[in-house]
């Protein structure tokens, strides 16, 4: 009669195996996630990337259209942290594209910055109740400041936070406007904060600088 050898796990090895098995699994779940962390982490950031494109991008719009409103005053006005000028812009009613005057202003109120536009007559008003656009809710801050040629040394650009700083600057544009933006990264872990600067050169404040040199 011959004899069968029956081979089987010993429960050592069977603990073992287990044991090898799990620390496989949990190596790949730990890769696989922090995968998945570092995926939303660029995700979010590409996402705050993106809305500081689309603020910049539209105040550089809305800044190469201003112009002065008039030879005594162009009613350009601007502080640290708010923007309101004279714009010609275009204006879409139904199936009708047409230019039309107005005036537009940029503020921040709490972490939103607001857009108000004042088209036509009331472009001459300051009406609060005109609904403003909420451009983005995640500005932490948003700082404006002004070019202009320094009265010493005319080939020497100047930057100021309040425009018109003196009498004679009401009458037209600054040369340039420079903006830093600091947007809240929401999506990142513990919320962080990214910057942006864009400058922003305006032809009338180059025209109006040329008569003066």
């Known amino acids: 009669?011959?004899?069968?050898?029956?081979?089987?796990?010993?429960?050592?090895?069977?603990?073992?195996?287990?044991?090898?098995?799990?620390?496989?699994?949990?190596?790949?779940?730990?890769?696989f996630n922090t995968g998945i962390l570092a995926y939303k982490k660029i995700d979010s950031v590409f996402d705050t990337y993106q809305e500081a494109r689309i603020i910049l991008n539209r105040i550089e719009a809305d800044l190469r259209n201003s112009f002065a409103y008039s030879e005594e005053s162009s009613f350009f006005k601007g502080s640290s942290s708010t923007l309101d000028f004279f714009n010609i812009s275009e204006i879409y009613d139904k199936d009708k594209q047409y230019s039309d005057l107005c005036r537009i202003k940029y503020y921040l109120e709490g972490s939103t910055l607001k857009r108000r536009t004042y088209n036509g007559l009331a472009a001459m008003t300051d009406d609060e109740?005109?609904?403003a656009q909420d451009f983005s809710?995640?500005?932490?801050?948003?700082?404006?400041?002004?070019?202009?040629?320094?009265?010493?040394?005319?080939?020497?650009?100047?930057?100021?936070?309040?425009?018109?700083?003196?009498?004679?600057?009401?009458?037209?544009?600054?040369?340039?406007?420079?903006?830093?933006?600091?947007?809240?990264?929401?999506g990142a872990k513990q919320q962080g904060l990214l910057e942006f600067t864009k400058t922003i050169a305006l032809a009338q404040g180059n025209v109006f600088a040329a008569e003066e040199k």
């Open 1 to 31: 009669m011959s004899t069968i050898n029956k081979k089987s796990f010993t429960l050592i090895e069977l603990l073992i195996a287990v044991t090898i098995i799990t620390l496989v699994i949990l190596s790949v779940y730990s890769a």
């Open 129 to 131: 109740n005109i609904e």
């Open 137 to 186: 809710s995640s500005v932490k801050n948003i700082d404006f400041e002004y070019a202009y040629l320094s009265d010493d040394d005319r080939a020497n650009i100047v930057w100021q936070n309040v425009w018109p700083q003196k009498d004679e600057q009401a009458q037209g544009l600054p040369l340039a406007v420079k903006i830093k933006l600091l947007l809240i990264d929401r």
